[in-house]
């Protein structure tokens, strides 16, 4: 069974600094997504990463993928307030045809 | 990508009744998918809805509690049934775009989500 776990659960940064959340996964897996949610939203997908050392870019967060570790890393640079939102990884099963979630990070930014 | 959406946004309902939500999906998809989220937590995956037959559940969720139809590639119905609090929850639709393994594509997007109160 596909097991996914994030750390940190909650994270609070200040502007301008960096940080990584992590995404561990259990068994294998050669596709991983990365959402973003708004409180009171629905998901916002960021990145689909689909083999191993793919690394993905858009503003300030890059998304990289490590199948041999089952790692996937989300890195903040210069963190500003309008990054804070719930942040999930999530883990394709082998088919193809099914996600699991990790628990989420909760980013706030402060000023 | 895909446009999704839901009907209804939000209900409050009384215990021991039942709600059915739709999701409506802008283009023909082979993959839908009925998902939980309950208060600050992650998403759990009830059920695969599959265009002509039963659902595939998950551990967990039974045809029963959440029946599920998919009468063609662009729309699906979750039914809630007889509810109780523990059923308060953001039951969101998800569709998966590209081949199964086709590389590039497969992503998968979300609907804006039904947030149903039990009361």
């Known amino acids: 069974e596909l097991k996914v776990e994030q750390n940190p659960l909650f994270l609070s940064m200040q502007e301008e600094k960096n940080y990584t959340i992590y995404c561990n996964y259990s068994?294998?897996?050669?596709?991983l997504y990365w959402y973003r949610q708004d409180p009171g939203k629905s998901l916002e997908s960021l990145f689909v990463?689909?083999?191993?050392?793919a690394v993905k870019q858009e503003g300030r967060l890059m998304a990289s993928l490590d199948t041999k570790a089952r790692l996937s890393t989300l890195h903040i640079t210069a963190a500003v307030h309008d990054l804070s939102a719930t942040y999930f990884c999530?883990?394709?099963?082998?088919?193809?045809?099914?996600?699991?979630f990790g628990g989420g990070t909760r980013l706030m930014v402060k000023p | 990508s895909a446009v999704i959406s839901q009907k209804p946004s939000r209900d409050i309902c009384q215990r021991g009744t039942s709600l059915t939500i739709q999701c409506q999906v802008d283009?023909?998809?082979?993959?839908m998918f009925w998902y939980r989220q309950q208060p600050g937590q992650s998403l759990t995956l009830i059920a695969t809805?599959?265009?002509?037959?039963?659902?595939?559940?998950e551990s967990g969720f039974v045809i029963d509690k959440f029946p599920i139809s998919r009468p063609n590639l662009t729309f699906s119905t979750l039914t809630v049934s007889n509810m109780s609090p523990e059923d308060s929850s953001i039951y969101l639709c998800?569709?998966?775009?590209?081949?199964?393994?086709?590389?590039?594509?497969?992503?998968?997007?979300f609907g804006p989500g039904t947030r149903l109160t039990v009361l």
């Open positions: 998800s569709v998966r775009t590209g081949g199964r393994r086709l590389a590039g594509h497969n992503e998968q997007f």
């Open positions: 990463l689909l083999s191993n050392g």
């Open positions: 999530a883990a394709d099963n082998n088919a193809g045809n099914m996600l699991t």
């Open positions: 809805a599959n265009q002509g037959s039963e659902a595939t559940y």
């Open positions: 068994t294998t897996s050669d596709r």
């Open positions: 283009s023909q998809v082979t993959m």
